[in-house]
């Protein structure tokens, strides 16, 4: 990974004023900023290997098939993965955000592989790199931070989602040491707390899980789908209550600004027919419909999601005639799992609605590594980097390292 962009691949080059994000006339900044997005960070509880004999051959069961056994998947690794947390990913992955110089850094969700107390707190614990490096820190939930428990454990770990306070995690909320307590990694005192943003909102019924805000003449909108907490009677916030919330913060917004859009669960998805609306393209086309339409009003074109271990960048079109389009970054994120592509329009989409619904632009496969997003003026330059993990599909057994 470092200095370089997957060997030189470097995945969308440069684009003008108001291709991936509106920027004509917005005001001019001094000085170009940048901020990081960061896809899906899993590691596994468990994982199921071969059991190998002493003459490197897979030992065989009574019936004939491989003998396997279950291992703890953080033991492989040398118990660098805390929690369901790729902990020696994420160390990486910080560097060279610091490396970059963002501002801050949006996680589109799956924070870790389990939504339990110990993995929200140990994902909130290794947050504290960047906050220590003067770096914010805006995430959103996935499908592997659902439930009730996760849900208000993430507002109260991270409470920048309501406010843009960085570095003021709960003192009980600190795993300070690895799985095994044997690799103790941060130490204290830290950096004061400090704030990014402004403005910031939220709808209703995801108080602090779907939040809006702007920064540095940008706004950001990042989307919930999942269930909320007891208190809000553990009901999800579909996309339907959202998208009047969503258009009311990106029509406020100062005119000609650039806005983006970060959800887990793509618009149409790469690997899994499941997105953001439903189990398939064709679920709840009114609201994919409004949500098309409302981004195309406001002048946002593009969406971050994750979800489906993968980096693909392409543009979708939504379910009806009027043939309104957005373009979509799946990000690779950081995760031990990768799955095969899924042919979604001939699945889906030409079934339901009788046309393709996505041209990806770009695809890789099998890739560990993070995206960074600079503005300057008119310019909006978004880079992907990343390694490879040595699969294209599949699950990693250990966490290398990303050279």
Known sequence: MPGSKSSEFRSWMRFGACVLACVAARPVLAEPWRFGVLGDTQWPDTVRVAVIGKTGDTLKAADGTDSTTILDGDSLSGYRNPHMVPAYFLRQIHQRFRDHGVRFVMAVGDLSDWPSLESMRARATWTQELYDAGIGFF?????????????????????????????????????WTDSQNIHPVLTRPHRAPFAIGESFSSP??????????????????????????????????????????????????????????????????????????????????????????????????LVFAGHDHQFQHSIVEEPGARGLRLQQAILPGASYKFYPPLKIDEQHNLPAF????????????????????????????????AAPSGIQMGELLQAPDLT
């Not at 208190?231 to 100062?254: F, H, N, Y």
């Not at 887990?264 to 189990?279: E, R």
């Not at 996505?358 to 978004?382: C, F, H, K, N, W």
């Open 139 to 175: 995430p959103v939930r996935g499908n592997h931070d659902e439930g009730p428990v996760a849900a208000a454990e993430f507002v109260r770990v991270f409470p920048q989602t309501k406010n843009g306070t960085m570095g003021a995690t709960p003192a009980d909320a600190f795993l």
């Open 354 to 385: 009788g046309k393709r619904r996505e041209m990806p632009l770009a695809q890789e496969l099998g890739s560990v590594g993070y995206t960074v997003v600079e503005l300057d003026g008119d310019r909006v330059e978004i880079a992907n980097w």
């Open 204 to 301: 209703s019924c995801a108080k602090g899980r779907s939040y809006a805000f702007r920064d540095q003449g940008a706004t950001f909108v990042l989307l919930d789908q999942f269930m909320g907490t007891i208190s809000e009677g553990v009901k999800t916030c579909p996309m339907s209550t959202q998208i009047p919330w969503m258009d009311s913060v990106l029509s406020a917004r100062p005119v000609g600004s650039p806005a983006f859009l970060v959800v887990h669960k793509p618009v149409i998805g790469a690997t899994h027919a499941d997105n953001l609306f439903g189990d398939t393209p064709a679920s709840d086309t009114t609201s994919t419909a409004k949500f098309f339409e409302v981004l195309n009003r406001n002048g946002v074109r």
